[in-house]
């Protein structure tokens, strides 16, 4: 099993700063990587796939990065909503399996 | 817009079995996509329960696999969960999920999301 492990647990930070979530790899899963968002009260929302791509719809100020068993999640300067909790999430191929890491909230400082 | 919405009971006796189904509206069950349960403890994290294909191909979460059964209507554009022997540490939020497409190829990613149901196992 590929265990993810995301750091930090909490990280508190004002509007308008820059946000480095770091999600780590227990063995290289390559660029197959996903981050996701998620308010209280509702289901994720997809923000990155394949490490680097945004998903339909996401802005510009979300980017991902890293392959092998190092990524990033970059906020580039934080909006009112995006405080909220962040999870990665890879797939490995043998045996098939899906795992999240255990999440970064972002929260208002 | 392909929208998912999960249904089924929201409380389950311990012992017993958890029955959940996904409908798939705007959208075919049979294209080329996977469909996924998520399921998220109060205040924890998310956990993949396991996936299937329209095909009836599946893949579950080793931790689970023992206790899941997921399959497939396409009659009815939906797929379902059930999990049995459940005891308090099944209670939930149950999400089901598709999985991303990028041409033909997936993504392993979770693009549609339902809104999710709670799901507690109390006597």
């Known amino acids: 099993e590929i265990v993810l492990t995301q750091s930090p647990a909490t990280l508190s930070l004002s509007p308008g700063e820059r946000a480095t979530l770091s999600c780590r790899a227990s063995?290289?899963?390559?660029?197959?990587l996903a981050w996701y968002q998620q308010k209280p009260g509702q289901a994720p929302r997809l923000l990155i796939y394949?490490?680097?791509n945004r998903a339909t719809g996401i802005p510009a100020r979300f980017s991902g990065s890293g392959s092998g068993t190092d990524f990033t999640l970059t906020i580039s300067s934080l909006e009112p909503e995006d405080f909220a909790v962040y999870y990665c999430?890879?797939?490995?191929?043998?045996?098939?399996?899906?795992?999240f890491g255990p999440g970064t909230k972002v929260d208002i400082k | 817009q392909v929208q998912l919405q999960e249904s089924g009971p929201g409380l389950v006796k311990p012992s017993g079995t958890l029955s959940l189904t996904c409908a798939v509206s705007?959208?075919?069950?049979?294209?080329?996509?996977?469909w996924s349960w998520v399921r998220q403890p109060p205040g924890k994290g998310l956990e993949w329960i396991g996936e299937?294909?329209?095909?009836?191909?599946?893949n579950y979460n080793p931790s689970l696999k023992s206790r899941v059964t997921i399959s497939v209507d396409k009659s009815k554009n939906q797929f379902s969960l059930k999990l049995r022997s459940v005891t308090a540490a099944d209670t939930a939020v149950y999400y089901c999920?598709?999985?991303?497409?990028?041409?033909?190829?997936?993504?392993?990613?979770?693009?549609?999301w339902g809104q999710g149901t709670m799901v507690t196992v109390s006597s």
């Open positions: 999920a598709r999985d991303l497409l990028v041409g033909a190829t997936t993504r392993d990613a979770f693009d549609i």
């Open positions: 705007g959208g075919s069950i049979s294209s080329s996509n996977w």
């Open positions: 299937i294909y329209h095909s009836g191909s599946t």
């Open positions: 063995q290289s899963v390559s660029s197959y």
């Open positions: 394949d490490a680097s």
């Open positions: 999430q890879q797939r490995s191929n043998w045996p098939p399996e899906i795992t």
